[in-house]
């Protein structure tokens, strides 16, 4: 679980000297990342059966890559579609 990881990641950040800490940063970017990917796919799946669960699974995933353009682009589809299913 990505979510664990970055909580445990957390954890150790704040006991590792302070050399270590680039490398641990750059580990949080990675995880952060896979994490974007998988919310995006899940919330890509879920587009024409649930559009509420799919815009906070995009949402998420543009808050953890705010540079992933996919998940952005969706995102926007995604709350535009539930617009216009409740009108």
């Known amino acids: 679980?990505?979510?664990e990881a970055l909580?445990?990641?957390d954890i150790v950040e704040t006991m590792a000297a302070p050399a270590e800490?680039?490398?641990?940063?750059?580990?949080?970017?990675?995880?952060?990342?896979?994490?974007?990917g998988q919310l995006y796919?899940?919330?890509l799946g879920l587009m024409t059966s649930d559009v509420?669960?799919?815009?906070?699974?995009?949402?998420?995933?543009?808050?953890?890559d705010p540079d992933h353009l996919r998940a952005r682009s969706?995102?926007?589809q995604a709350?535009?579609?539930r617009e216009t299913l409740n009108r």
């Open 41 to 43: 796919s899940q919330g």
């Open 79 to 81: 709350r535009k579609m």
């Open 74 to 76: 969706s995102l926007l």
């Open 21 to 36: 800490k680039p490398a641990l940063a750059e580990r949080r970017a990675t995880l952060r990342k896979e994490l974007a």
């Open 7 to 9: 909580r445990h990641l």
């Open 52 to 64: 509420d669960k799919a815009i906070e699974l995009l949402a998420r995933a543009v808050e953890n």
């Open 1 to 3: 679980n990505f979510d």
